[in-house]
């Protein structure tokens, strides 16, 4: 187990500063502890799970001190990274812009996690993937003089077709794929 991030040493990016070992500030990983395949998921207990189907038990673990668990190990010989991220836009927001400054070459992220919806259809626990997602967000002016809608909702932001369709053809009980469209 490594605790990572603890001293920011000298850093040259206020974007993205890195300590002396080269770890980058919020995630607390360097350059070669990140795959290039990505699972995200909110909860760090889902990510210990997910974590014992790696193919090497003792695969790295990296606790930041901002609140990130990191595994890196590989699935069926396939690198893989599964980072618990918390909740929220911000937290992701490190995941992505961390991530990246640390790997080399093509990345992708796949979010596996949990929502709600208010469509009583669907039934809870039913897998569903999504080929477009939209960001939803408080209107703190709203809440101070009543001006606007109480919160703001981005356009429609595509997934990878590819990415899409690969996860949607994955075998999994009670599957459902979904379009904001």
Not at 117 to 141: E, F, K, Y
Request: net charge neutral; aromatic share 6%; charged share 15%.
């Amino acid at each position: 187990m490594s605790t990572a991030g603890q001293h920011l040493g000298n850093p040259q990016d206020a974007n993205f500063p890195h300590d002396a070992e080269g770890r980058v500030y919020h995630l607390g990983v360097r350059k070669g502890e990140v795959a290039n395949r990505i699972l995200s998921v909110g909860d760090a207990g889902r990510a210990a799970m997910l974590s014992k189907m790696l193919d090497d038990p003792d695969n790295l673990f990296i606790a930041s001190n901002r609140g990130f668990t990191v595994y890196t190990g590989t699935y069926k010989k396939t690198p893989l990274t599964i980072i618990a991220t918390g909740m929220g836009t911000p937290m992701i927001d490190f995941v992505v812009r961390e991530s990246r400054a640390v790997v080399d070459g093509p990345m992708a992220i796949v979010r596996f996690g949990t929502c709600g919806t208010p469509q009583t259809h669907i039934p809870i626990g039913t897998i569903m993937v999504a080929d477009q997602s939209v960001l939803i967000r408080r209107n703190v002016d709203h809440w101070i003089n009543e001006s606007g809608s109480p919160y703001d909702i981005s356009r429609p932001v595509p997934a990878h077709p590819a990415l899409t369709e690969a996860v949607s053809s994955l075998p999994a009980h009670n599957a459902m794929y979904f379009s904001l469209l």
